[in-house]
């Protein structure tokens, strides 16, 4: 409807009758009083002193409490109308807010009705101050919160239950995380070992894994891997790669062949439209006679090379070059290559997850890379298989949020001799 | 830890002066002195501070068992104390803070060389048994988590970074409206359960250092026979019922409160 009536445009020119009637509906509102304006105003209005004394109170929120105007102004306080835990919020929130802001809107409160009911309201107050700045008044407007109050309820369990959910399926993953690891890594004589796995995310499963493990005639397997993906359906693949490794070691434990059996498992469960794959390197250690030592055959299909830091403080990348992701191709190729590892030499093994980690140190979300985990080996050689994963795991922490992506760090080392045995 | 950055320590006034400590209570934060702190500024060192999970204080310094119970505030408020070495203070504590400086004096009154106690409740709960009367029922607190619960949702975890996270920016922060009383809701109900489910009352006793008790006329939170009963307990404290109403005098009677507490330190210096 166009009230103005005085814009002059031929639109509103509508025939006598209309025009009259509209004419009429204006003038009613005109001649609405302020007084009634605000007495029936379709939501709740009071005055209040500074010290909460009801000064003035509306109609319409008297008719929702059931009070007599006489009974609230000059003798009780805003404060007196709500519920005894509204009576504590608006004491120790509210009324400080509105002291510094001068406002404080829309704070949900209940008030109580003379019935014994409890009336959900949103409450917007400002203060009035006069002409020298000092607070004189608080004017206070109530709106009737009932709807709206159940709806935040339905949306307050609705997130409890969320935050209950989440927290049961952080509970879930890292219980799933735990049993794709081995709980401690086997004792291996004459040999020094540690792992570490850095969890990314806590509401996701990631699929990275490891092991270390006695095979017959005193030699030994280990592996360490990364599945493609997260969640749930990456944990099935892990757990099927794992105690396919675990077998395949068994059967035939030439590190090509177990590879090459792995791969052969997961083009069978994972053919068609759901393929799943993995990089892995996985090694065989022997024992080289009196001398201590080991001697390493590593496979690797697909996996960032390991790094051999040597007892006197250089480093080398153990390449394995073109070797493909298992699981992909029916006939993988698959890279050796055999290093030996001396008294104080470490052999470490690691997953993507830290070299594609962001680093938040330097802003731009440049990867941390190849190049710069091998300057960090190069800075760390010679070392122990547990001051090496400490400090992956300090790295690993410098990145913050920085890493998308799980890691899984195995490191072996060849103790040196102490100094007795050298004697 | 750093606890200044921790507990966002201010210190302001009068370099040398007589220090006052002013610690806030359960809902808002250091702001609550705002209009205290210049009229204490020309005579006094004044240090302000948020508690942990108040205000800009350091959310990641806080956790639910450190800050289950009045201890670990108390034992912030001597952390405090010990960083800034300033040597011996008056505690202004309002509201809940008053017994932390009642535990914090009984623990360590050398550091103190006087409470302010402002409209303090050793125990909010009645307990008809002693005949106490803390004004409020155990359901009447269940129903102030209610209402705390109420306004969760207009709590965002969004907004806590930026509340945070702008320490070189403060006025990012007050720009936010209703920001210095936004809590982070876990939070704000387990501080809600410290103080008002906690009971002081036994602890009163051991205070020692000299003691003023300045309770509101018409407290909706503390009535007056608790100020009453507080200085009874405490030997030798002295108990003024101000003008101001409400809990907040602070606030609502800067210029009362701030005359109080320098009356005080003069007080205990003579």
Sequence with gaps: MNISGETGSGDHRAPGKQAGTEHAAFSALLEDSAEDLYEHAPCGYLSTLMDGTIAKINTTLLDWLGHERGDLVGRRTFSDLLTVGGRLYHETHFAPLLRIQGEVSGIALELRTTDGGRLPVLVTSTVKTGDDGRPLLIRTTVFDARDRRAYETELLRARRQAEREREELMRLNATLQQTLLPPTLVNVPGLDVAAYYHVASTDMVGGDFYDLFPLSAGTWGLFLGDVCGKGAAAAAVTSLARYTLRAAAVYDPDPAAVLSNLNTVLNHEYNGHDPRFCTVVFGLLTPEGEHGGFRITLASGGHPPALLLHADGSVDQVDTPGGQLIGVLPDAHIATATVHLAAGDTLLLYTDGLTEARQARTGDGDRYGDEALLHFARALAPTTASDAVAAIRDLLDTFGTGIDDDTAVLAINVPRPTNEEQQ | ?270
Aim: aromatic content about 8%; overall charge negative; charged content about 25%.
């Design chain 2, 1 to 270: 830890m750093d606890v200044r950055s921790r507990n966002r320590v201010t210190v302001t006034g009068r370099s040398g002066g007589p220090v006052v400590v002013l610690a806030h209570g359960f809902g808002c934060d250091q702001h609550l002195w705002r209009l205290v702190v210049p009229l204490l500024e020309r005579d006094f060192t004044v240090v302000l501070f948020d508690h942990v999970g108040a205000g800009r204080s350091d959310l990641s310094a806080w956790s639910p068992e450190r800050y289950s119970t009045l201890d670990g505030y108390t034992e912030d408020v001597l952390e405090i104390c010990r960083e800034l070495d300033l040597g011996p203070v008056t505690f202004v504590g309002h509201s809940v803070s008053a017994m932390m400086g009642v535990l914090a004096a009984a623990r360590e009154p050398k550091a103190f060389t006087g409470l302010v106690l402002l409209a303090p409740s050793p125990c909010f709960v009645d307990d008809p048994a002693n005949g106490y009367r803390g004004g409020f029922s155990a359901e009447d607190i269940d129903e102030l988590l209610g209402s705390l619960d109420a306004n969760y949702l207009g709590w965002s975890g969004a907004m806590a970074p930026v509340i945070m996270g702008n320490p070189e920016r403060p006025e990012l922060g007050e720009e936010l409206t209703n920001s210095f009383c936004r809590t982070d809701p876990d939070i704000a109900r387990s501080f809600a359960r410290v103080t008002f489910l906690s009971d002081n009352r036994e602890d009163l006793a051991d205070v020692t250092v000299p003691t003023l008790v300045a309770q509101c006329s018409r407290d909706a939170i503390a009535p007056p026979e608790v100020g009453e009963f507080v200085r009874s307990r405490i030997r030798g404290s002295r108990l003024v019922t101000l003008n101001a109403t409400g809990h907040c005098p602070q606030l609502a009677a800067p210029e009362e409160t701030a005359a109080a507490i320098t009356d005080f330190v003069g007080a205990t210096r003579r």
